[in-house]
């Protein structure tokens, strides 16, 4: 039957229907490690009230004036250390493009199950891609924002901006958001797994190993932000999978960021004072994190490995991230099967 003999106008637009979409979401990445990428990407980053929740009347006096100005380029050498030569890229941004593609590969079955991926903050931006896969037929879009243990200045901030991205659509589509997966079996089995793979290629052994979370500051934890208990069960957990004592796997909280106290115990200071204390062979991972990134492979792999030597250690090892491996892909697999219940 042609559109006029059911009344359509003859110029219907093309509307695509049918698709369920899965958008993995990481924090960001600068496009380069000069001064204006850095900036441009940190200020995107530092104005979002989900991470610095001071008064704006306050914030952006001392974020123009005086962090905008500095902090690039200290923050530009830090990832000029870490960045990915061969693709001229961060790795957080390597790795979130690479678990998109291997995700898209295990659903390629599903034909109307698209893939993607974006970053909170930099490029690729969450509302284009939310826009491309709308105007692709998806109905249903599964974000997945990709962090273990739920924060504000994370979580919600990915799940903020999809939403956004709604207030422009005709046609809207369905959103689930995928919630917190910090005592997954699956998850907990897959860190267990990277720590005994990692440390079967030492000839030592750490007397201690160290799960570091990027902290937040404490008046966040005392609104009740869940981050910290979520980031202490994680940890507890992996513990019992592993069967160790209790002394054996600890929890610090890196990466502060201002004056005011975050989280303790601080991973700098821990590993400071275990160093001057005797301890001389530790490791640390970083659960928190499903990527390599800045604050793993320079704050910790490089400058906590420096500092714990320096200060009398002996022996130092980072445990990467799940990243792209198999370990990390089945956690991404199962969470997306898992929350994509009765809609595939
Ligand atoms: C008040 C400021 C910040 C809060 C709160 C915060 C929470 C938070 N961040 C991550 C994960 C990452 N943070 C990364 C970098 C980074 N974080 C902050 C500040 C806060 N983070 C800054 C200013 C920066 C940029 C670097 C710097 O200037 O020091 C990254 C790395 C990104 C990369 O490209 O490598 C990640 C990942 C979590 C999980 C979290 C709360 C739980
Ligand atoms: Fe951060
Ligand atoms: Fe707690």
């Known amino acids: 039957m042609n559109a006029a003999a059911v009344h359509l106008p003859s110029d219907h637009p093309e509307v695509r229907f049918g698709k369920v979409g899965v958008l993995l979401v990481n924090l ?3 496009d380069g490690t000069d001064y204006k990428s850095m900036r441009r990407y940190l200020a995107e980053f530092l104005t979002d009230k989900r991470v610095i929740e001071w008064s704006r009347l306050f914030w952006y006096p ?3 004036g005086i962090v905008l100005n500095r902090r690039p380029q200290k923050v530009g050498k830090a990832y ?3 960045w990915n030569k061969d693709l001229d890229e961060s790795y957080l941004r390597t790795y979130t493009r690479n678990q998109a593609e291997i995700l898209a590969e295990r659903f390629k ?3 109307h199950v698209h893939v993607d991926w974006a970053m909170r903050y930099g490029q690729p931006a969450i509302q284009a891609k939310m826009n491309e896969m709308q105007k692709a037929g998806c109905e249903k879009i599964l974000v997945f924002p990709l962090y273990p243990q739920y924060a504000a200045a994370t979580t919600a901030t990915v799940n903020d901006e999809a939403f956004k991205a709604l207030l422009k659509m005709r ?4 959103l689930r958001t995928v919630p917190r997966y910090h005592d997954d079996p699956v998850y907990i089995d897959a860190l267990a797994n990277s720590i005994e793979k990692h440390l079967a290629t030492l000839d030592w052994e750490p007397e201690l190993v160290i799960t570091s979370y990027h902290g937040i500051p ?3 934890f005392k609104k009740g932000d869940p981050y910290h208990c979520q980031c202490y ?3 507890r957990l992996l513990r019992d999978r592993l069967g160790w004592p209790k002394e054996k796997l600890m929890v610090t909280f890196q990466s502060r960021f201002g004056p005011e ?4 115990p601080y991973t700098d200071k821990t590993v400071e004072k275990l160093a001057k204390e005797g301890t001389k062979r530790i490791a640390i991972l970083n659960p928190g994190f499903v990527s390599d990134c800045l604050e793993t492979l320079e704050e910790i792999a490089e400058e906590a490995g420096e500092d714990f030597l320096h200060n009398g250690g002996e022996k130092f090892t980072h445990i990467p991230c799940l990243n792209d491996s198999e370990d990390g892909m089945r956690v991404i697999e199962h969470i997306t099967r898992q929350e994509l219940k009765g809609w595939i």
């Not at 106290?261 to 303790?264: A, F, T």
């Open 28 to 30: 960001g990445t600068p």
């Open 62 to 64: 001392i974020l123009y």
């Open 80 to 82: 000029e250390s870490i």
């Open 109 to 111: 079955d599903m034909t």
């Open 171 to 174: 046609w809207q589509p369905a």
């Open 218 to 220: 404490m008046s966040y």
């Open 233 to 235: 069960k994680t940890t």
């Open 261 to 264: 106290e975050w989280l303790q």
